[in-house]
């Protein structure tokens, strides 16, 4: 940057004219020295401090002392011509050490080099021999550092951006309107680059004349010709009988390890959820016996605290397609609707996960709420309610639990589509069917009431996150839940992740890989 | 008096004839000489005391016992988390072989004893008895009354008789009585190597009748169980050494039976070294115990404990101050066998699920197979992790049983509290939840209308020390001992009419024992009623106070104590 203005500096002593300015930003330029020449007349403006905003364009000097200028600009002229001389030190300086480093992984003790001699010195004999993991990891290891070598040398000459000054050789005597060139990168790096690009080739054309003296899993050598080219070694029987098993138990065992996922869902969200609910429950239930609802607001709040609660359920499930289990209910269900007026719903802490044990929370669910309905307290005189329904009512407000049986009524949904959520994830109608719900319900065509919402718990990757709200992780908190469970699902796709480099490595790529980016896009998709 | 040695008999027999006259019979001298000064030992390098050596006999070495404990723990070297996800996703075998994997359980160790001399010498000693003495008659002429009587046969009166009456009293003669002695000899030690015999798979496997997941290797302790291992050198002091084992709180009916090497029934000797190999071997898990105590006080993900007791603040009625640390409202406690269980109990439902769908196709478990089942007490109805503990309050008193105080039961939906525990790297803590278990009704209890705590009617004495002992009891676990109403049909102490006497299940038989969470009153709170604080009621508490002494420190005081 300095070298930058300083040369930009140097141009504009040199350029002469005003008023053949042909780049975009000359007009500016010229007003700001046209500002500092008018503050003092007499004295040239570089006895006033450098303008800052001088830039490549056409500048008039004839007015200016000639002499004054001419040793100005020898001093410059030194100045510039040091700097650049250390970049390209400096340049060639860091291109040698990533070469001798190179040349060591090659060359050196240790190296690959070595590890061939002494590998292929004696075809027979097993000592010495390297494993085919190791030749793998050999070629991983020389192709990262000859690219990340190849890399530097392609880009060396785009650091110095203004050596062109150094061959800019000005004619004061002779140059009235001086012409500031636009492209300053002329700096000629060609040599390196021929000189290191042949090296890289040599080193490259050097592994591939290394032999490697491989043993074989099945106990037999096997000679392999360079790095370049695996394919013979492929074709070879790589892994023994016993590899194979182990490493498809290590994949089984990577894609059963659910239970982490499963502890930490029981032990942070599930708990947290019954806990509101019930709380909930107690608050504008059964501590509100024969009393009027008066906390309206508070009571509109943690409903709609509840019902957040679920959305970021939904959105789990839909962001990942992996099951949090539904809470696990007990209702007792009695012949001739019976339990209508008998039965209450009690929640358990226990987490319902198989499909026999969500069926039966939903029948619960939904007799529970029918239930809840037919004695409900509220618009006794509504037409349309039979006559045990109005008197089961009656019963109910008598009984006090008028605002216990309101409030369940309300909460209750999100536990039947909560369930009926977990179901649709281990049926045919699958992820998909869950997004497709999720959409339905959230995604109305202006984000309605949970534009908010998706925003704080479902950031699209191109939106501006970073609100201390959204780094909480913690028990206490429904984005502190949200985070906990995201931690909970990436780790557990990274089980999925290794597992799947582990068949990869086994060449049976039959797994459905594309997950990792299905779910980066899901977040944009929510 | 006594006659020590017999060249003095002579002298002495002449002392005692010219004593009392009494003796209407010759002291007789039944003494023998059959050995004296023979003061060899068995000991290398030791005599025996000159004076304890007269007709030595039974001279023998005999080894004392002694043992060696080791307490044995459940194994944690296999991840759970890969374990139990190989289990969820039914990969039985798998899971069976890993867990086989497991390090054996071997431990080998020293036990000191000592071997020492015993022997029996005698003494020529003056005694009374009839053996070897001898009997004397000693006679009397004794006088006594006689009722006469007249023809038709009534009393009229009484006269004199005299009798002689003769009995046989034991002469006092010399004889040997025997003494035994004993002298300490060496200090020997005895080397062991123990291990726990893990069945082979063709023994054990998951196609076994009782087998479970849970113990793969037999053997195994799920958590909260523990065992003690107490070797002994030889079960009792004897010439011949007998080495034991003896398991302490077993989980498990095991056969210690099979002990070998040079030890086995070795003679007791000097500079020995005796050595013995032991195998227990696994016959089949207990199922008659109660549930252990898996609780552990709570420490966060990072390891760092967490203060148990949780206090509420409020208004102390005397002073008019509000005092921070009141009331305690909840206990918080790591469960550390959650993980193990719920997995259990998921398995059972599984299980069950399948049983129905055997017997549905017609492909039901045969009548064998179902003894088999219900032997271990597996049941074929799944069930639920429904954990239930009891918290008891006790006053702890100097010199005396702690007094109890009250008591409460608290199943899960009330007491299980969100955590971060899956975040922790020390797997026990991992899976493990946390209990914050309520004293009061607004502790974190959703239903204070049914819920009374412990602390909602008792009130603390201020600045005493108490302690919350809490246990656990998991109702359906095939492993533990179950409640009557949880498995009614195991005993006839379930039967309506034995209950109604008071002779069912004891809560104690399936309730753990206690973890016990000491702590002490605040100073300025005091919660208690007017009469309750009276003079009154207080008398016999300050009687037996001042009698056994009252208040008792803390460990966490007496550690306080000495710093400063």
Known sequence: MKLYRTSIVLAAILATSVSCSSLEYGSNSTRAFREIASKDPVAPFFMQGYPIQIAPGSYNFNALDQTKV????????????????????????????????????????????????????????????????????????????????????????????????????????????????????????????????????????????????????????????????????????????????ELQLKVGRLRAAMNTVNTGIAQTMHPAMLKMLRNVITQFGERNRYRTDENDSGRKQAIKNIEELFYVRSGLR???????????????????????????????????????ELTTDQN?????????????????????????????????????????????????????????????????????????????????????????????????????????????????????????????????????????????????????????????ARNDDL | MTCKNSFLVGLVALLCAAGPARASYDEKNYCQERSRGDVRSLCAGRTLPYDQVRNKKNHELVCTSNVDNYVRFPQTQVSHEEWSGLISANQKQAAYDLKRKLPAIEWSGTIPYETVEEWDYEECERVTQSVPCGTHQVCENVEHDVPTYDTDGKQTGSKKVKEKVCNDEPNTCWTDVTHGASQFCSNESMKFSARYERPSTAEWNINSPNFMDVIPNKYDLLPGETEVVQVYNTSRRSTRLSPSVEIGDAWNKYDTSRITGTAVGATCRQNSNYSFDLTVRTIERDAGKASPNAFRFPVDWEGNAIEPIVWKSANDRRSGKTVDKAVPIKVQLDDTSAGIISLMAEQSRRNAEREATKVAVGKGANAKDRAEFQKIGKK???????????????????????TFRGAEKVAEIDAISPTMNFLATNEEVKFSDLWAIPLTADGGNSDPKTFRGIFDSKHMKPNRAYTLEVSVYQPHVPFYKQSCDDNPKQSWRCKKFWRALGMGIGEDRYFSKPLKVPFRAPKEYDGRGWFKRSWISNAPDNFMTWIFGGDVKLDSEKGMGKKK
């Open chain 1, 70 to 245: 001419a040793d100005y600009v020898l001093k410059q002229f030194e100045k510039v011509r040091g700097e650049d001389r250390a970049i390209i030190e400096n340049a060639i300086k860091s291109l040698n050490e990533k070469y001798v480093a190179m040349t060591t992984l090659v060359y050196g003790n240790g190296g690959l080099s070595q590890k061939s001699v002494n590998s292929s010195a004696n075809p027979a004999s097993s000592s010495g021999k390297l494993t085919v993991r190791d030749v793998m990891q050999l070629q991983l290891d020389f192709d990262r550092n000859l690219s990340l070598f190849a890399n530097d040398v392609a880009t060396i000459d785009a650091l110095p951006q203004m050596l062109s000054a150094v061959r800019y050789e000005p004619n004061l005597a002779t140059a009235a309107v001086d012409q500031l060139a636009g492209n300053l990168k002329n700096v000629n790096f060609e040599q390196f680059k021929t000189y290191y690009s042949g090296q890289v080739s040599n080193l490259k054309s050097a592994i591939d004349r290394m032999d490697f003296g491989i043993l074989l899993p099945s106990g037999a050598p096997f000679m392999q010709h360079g790095l370049s080219d695996l394919t013979e070694l492929k074709k070879q029987k790589l892994f023994s009988a016993r590899d194979i098993q």
């Open chain 1, 318 to 356: 839909a962001k990942y397609g992996i099951p949090l289990g539904a809470i696990k209910v007990n209702y007792t269900m009695y012949a001739g609707n019976a339990d209508k007026m008998l039965s209450t719903l009690v929640l358990d802490a226990g987490i319902a996960r198989s499909i026999d």
């Open chain 1, 364 to 520: 619960n669910l939904f007799n529970a709420l029918e239930g809840l309905n037919y004695r409900s307290a509220r618009a006794l005189f509504k037409p349309g309610r039979t006559f045990f329904s109005r008197v089961s009512g009656i019963v109910s407000m008598l009984k006090g639990q008028s605002n216990t049986v309101a409030i369940k009524t309300v909460l209750l949904p999100f536990l039947l589509q909560d369930v009926a959520e977990e179901v649709m994830l281990s049926t045919s109608a699958g992820w998909n069917g869950v997004l497709d719900g999720y959409k339905k319900r959230y995604n109305t065509k202006d984000g309605g009431d949970w534009a908010a919402a998706r925003m704080m718990y479902f950031p699209k990757t191109t939106e501006k996150t970073g609100s201390a709200q959204q780094t909480r992780m913690d028990v206490d908190s429904i984005i502190g839940l949200k985070n906990v469970a995201d931690l909970l699902f990436s780790s557990k796709l990274a089980d999925i992740s290794d597992a799947r480099d582990i068949e990869k490595q086994l060449e049976a790529l039959q797994m459905a890989d594309a997950i990792f980016k299905e779910v980066g």
């Open chain 2, 380 to 402: 074929t109805d799944g069930y639920w992790k429904s954990t239930k503990v009891r918290v008891k309050l006790y006053r702890q008193v100097k010199y005396w049983w702690d």
